[in-house]
């Protein structure tokens, strides 16, 4: 059999990685490898050579971070931090790295890199007057709930993130006492106060909206909520010319009939 050799990869200043190759079997690879970590280790405890370990860096608004940027080498964690630290035990040798330190500035780091980096954006909710009304098609009634409209804008420049969106809970039920509905889809459009549509702008999609499969059939006396979120024409935001909402259903009535059979059986033989 040929014998094992080291394949070393590509590591960085604090690291290196390496496999071993040619082991006797899959699972020898583990106990070779944690042998030759032993070995590696009490050499350069020998050779007096001391693992090196990454300074975390961060900086603030008004100065540096305190504690943030301090290297983490041997002995215990700057300041006598009563923080529970990582320990590997060597020969003859301790050594201490204070990995929830390390991640703890990381995470600072992220935090500020968002704040100064990345705008701050605010949700606009813009309320709709009234804010339920009722609705009927033929046998079915009930009412369009919580209707409103948000946008998401950059805060102090006014700048949009996400264009406007119309939200609201349409209830709905079935009054029919023989017919039952197939509900396909629904559809949202905007009117002036000349009853002219207002379109969406290119690109934003359209606002038809699908039932959940659930309810996607409605028997005599049965009910269902549907969730809507549409688009909403950033145009009917800005001048404020919106003046009715129109709610388009699509569902397909059918016949619907409970019969009794009396069926004659008697017992024993």
């Not at 496999?19 to 006797?24: D, T």
């Not at 215990?76 to 390390?102: C, E, K, L």
């Not at 059939?217 to 909402?245: N, W």
Request: glycine residues 10%; positive net charge.
């Amino acid at each position: 059999m040929q014998e094992p050799f080291r394949d070393a990869h590509k590591g960085s200043a604090v690291h290196t990685r390496f496999s071993l190759c040619h082991v006797r079997g899959f699972v020898d690879q583990y106990l070779a490898q944690h042998e030759l970590r032993k070995r590696i280790l009490r050499r350069f405890h020998q050779e007096g050579i001391k693992i090196p370990f990454a300074a975390a860096g961060c900086a603030r608004r008004g100065g540096r971070a305190d504690g943030a940027n301090r290297s983490m080498g041997h002995g215990r964690p700057p300041g006598g931090s009563t923080m529970r630290s990582a320990m590997i035990r060597g020969r003859g040798s301790v050594v201490w790295f204070g990995a929830a330190v390390i991640a703890a500035a990381l995470t600072a780091c992220g935090q500020q890199e968002q704040q100064v980096g990345e705008p701050q954006v605010e949700e606009k909710t813009f309320a709709l007057t009234p804010s339920t009304a009722a609705v009927k098609a033929t046998f079915l009634t009930g009412e369009l709930q919580d209707m409103k409209v948000t946008e998401r804008v950059e805060k102090g420049t006014g700048k949009v993130v996400d264009p406007p969106k119309f939200w609201a809970t349409l209830k709905l039920k079935n009054t029919s006492e023989n017919q039952a509905a197939s509900l396909i889809l629904g559809k949202i459009e905007y009117a002036d106060a000349a009853g002219k549509a207002i379109p969406l702008a290119e690109g934003r999609g359209d606002t038809r909206f699908k039932f959940s499969y659930q309810t996607e059939r409605l028997d005599p006396g049965m009910e269902t909520t549907q969730r809507i979120e549409v688009p909403f024409p950033a145009a009917a935001l800005k001048d404020k010319k919106l003046q009715d909402i129109r709610l388009e259903l699509t569902y397909i009535p059918t016949p619907f009939k409970e019969e009794t059979v009396n069926i004659k059986v008697s017992l024993g033989g």
